[in-house]
C-alpha cells in the first residue's frame, strides 16, 4: 500500500486518482484544514494530522504500508513569514514524526514534496538541482530544512528518498473533475479564470517593471498531472536503485504573467481585464528550472507541457466548479 499524505490537497488529490488509475492500494492521511474530503477520488481515508504521533502509529499499524508519497505542508509564503512557527511545526515536526513512525515501522521510501523556494533568487537560469540554496521565506526554508534532515535519515538509517523541487504547478485532471481549490487563492492562473467566469472583477498583475521581455514575471508552469506522474516514477525510481536523489520538476519554459492573462483570454474566448500593480515581496524576476535530471534518470516525460494545455484543463475545471468543490 502506499501512503499519500495531504491526499486531499490539490496535488495530492491528484496523486491518489492516479495511484488508483495505476491499480495501487492507496491510504490517504489529510487534517482537511486546506484540503477537500470530496477531491478524494478512492483508497483508505484518515483525517489527522502529521503532529500527532498516536494518530501515525494508528495508521501504520493498521495498514501494510511500502512507500509514503508525503505533499501535507503549509504552503503559503507570505503566511510563513508572518508565522514561522506554524510553518516549523507543520512542515519540520510533522514530516520528523512521519519519518520517526516510517522507521519503526520499517518503512524505508519516501517521495517528499519540496519547492523551487530553496534556491531563493536564482544564480542561473535554468536552475540546476546542484545550485545554490538561500531561501528567502520560512515556507523555502523548512522544505530546505527536511531535505537536509532527510539525507541524515539516510545515512542513520536507510531511509530513501526522492525530493521533487516543484515549480508553478497548475491545471487540473483532464477531465476536470478534480482541481486547485485554495482559499485564499493567491495563484496566477485560478485567478485569471476566476477573472474570466466573473468571479474577480480583475487581475492584478504584480509589477511590470522588471528585468524580462514584457516587464512582467516570468514562472515555469509544469501540469499537475505530469508532477503526478514523476512522483510515481521517483518510487519506481526508489524501488530499482535503493537512492536517494533530488530533482527539479517543470517544464524548462518560461511564460510571463502577460502571456498566461493572453493565452487564458484566447482558451476562454474573451478578454480578462487587468491592471498592473505594484510588485508583491519577494517575488523573482525569473524563475525557470532544469528538469534534465529527472528527465535523464527517471526517463520523465511531460504529456501535457504546452501552456495551452495547462490553461485549458484548469478551465475545465473552473469553469464547471466555479466555487470549487463547494455546492
Ligand atoms: N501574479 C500576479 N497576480 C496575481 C497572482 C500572481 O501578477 O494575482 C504573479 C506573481 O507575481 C508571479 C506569478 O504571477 O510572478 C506567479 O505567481 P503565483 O503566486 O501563481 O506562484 P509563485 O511564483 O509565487 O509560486
Redesign the pocket.
Known amino acids: 500500500m502506499i501512503l499519500v499524505t495531504g491526499g486531499a490537497g490539490y496535488i495530492g488529490s491528484h496523486m491518489v486518482w492516479l495511484l488508483i488509475e495505476k491499480g495501487y492500494d492507496v491510504v490517504v492521511i489529510d487534517n482537511l484544514e486546506k484540503g477537500h474530503k470530496k477531491a478524494v477520488l478512492g483508497g483508505k481515508f484518515y483525517n489527522g494530522d502529521l503532529k500527532d504521533k498516536e494518530f501515525l502509529e494508528k495508521v501504520f499499524a493498521e495498514n501494510d504500508i511500502s512507500a509514503v508519497i508525503h505533499f501535507a505542508a503549509s504552503s503559503l509564503?507570505g503566511e510563513s513569514v508572518q508565522n514561522p512557527i506554524k510553518y516549523y511545526y507543520n512542515n519540520v515536526y510533522g514530516t520528523l514524526n512521519l519519518v520517526d513512525t516510517m522507521i519503526k515501522h520499517n518503512v524505508k521510501k519516501l517521495v517528499f514534496s519540496s519547492t523551487?523556494?530553496v534556491y531563493g533568487e536564482p544564480e542561473n537560469i535554468p536552475i540546476l538541482e546542484e545550485d545554490k540554496t538561500q531561501p528567502t521565506n520560512p515556507y523555502g526554508e523548512t522544505k530546505l530544512a527536511i531535505e537536509k534532515m532527510l539525507k541524515w535519515m539516510d545515512i542513520a538509517y536507510g531511509l530513501k528518498f526522492v525530493s521533487l523541487r516543484y515549480?508553478?504547478v497548475?491545471g487540473s485532471h483532464p477531465d476536470g473533475i478534480i482541481g486547485e481549490d485554495h482559499n485564499p487563492e493567491?495563484?496566477?492562473?485560478p485567478?485569471?479564470l476566476q477573472t474570466a467566469l466573473g468571479i474577480r472583477e480583475k487581475?492584478?498583475?504584480?509589477?511590470n517593471d522588471y528585468n524580462t521581455k514584457d516587464g512582467?514575471?516570468?514562472?515555469d508552469y509544469i501540469h499537475v498531472v505530469d508532477l503526478c506522474d514523476a512522483h510515481l516514477k521517483a518510487m519506481e525510481y526508489l524501488e530499482k536503485n535503493n537512492k536517494s536523489e533530488i530533482f527539479n520538476l517543470g517544464n524548462g519554459m518560461g511564460f510571463s504573467?502577460m502571456e498566461?492573462i493572453e493565452k487564458a483570454s484566447e482558451v476562454v474566448g474573451k478578454k480578462i481585464p487587468y491592471e498592473i500593480?505594484p510588485?508583491?515581496a519577494g517575488?523573482p524576476s525569473i524563475?525557470v528550472a532544469s528538469s534534465q535530471k529527472a528527465q535523464k534518470l527517471l526517463g520523465w516525460q511531460q504529456k501535457y507541457n504546452s501552456l495551452e494545455t495547462i490553461i485549458s484543463t484548469a478551465w475545465k475545471w473552473h469553469s464547471t466548479h466555479p466555487h470549487g468543490y463547494e455546492e
Open positions: 509564503v523551487a523556494a515549480f508553478n497548475a493567491t495563484h496566477l492562473i485567478i485569471v487581475v492584478i498583475v504584480y509589477g512582467t514575471c516570468i514562472r504573467v498566461v500593480g510588485r508583491r517575488d524563475l
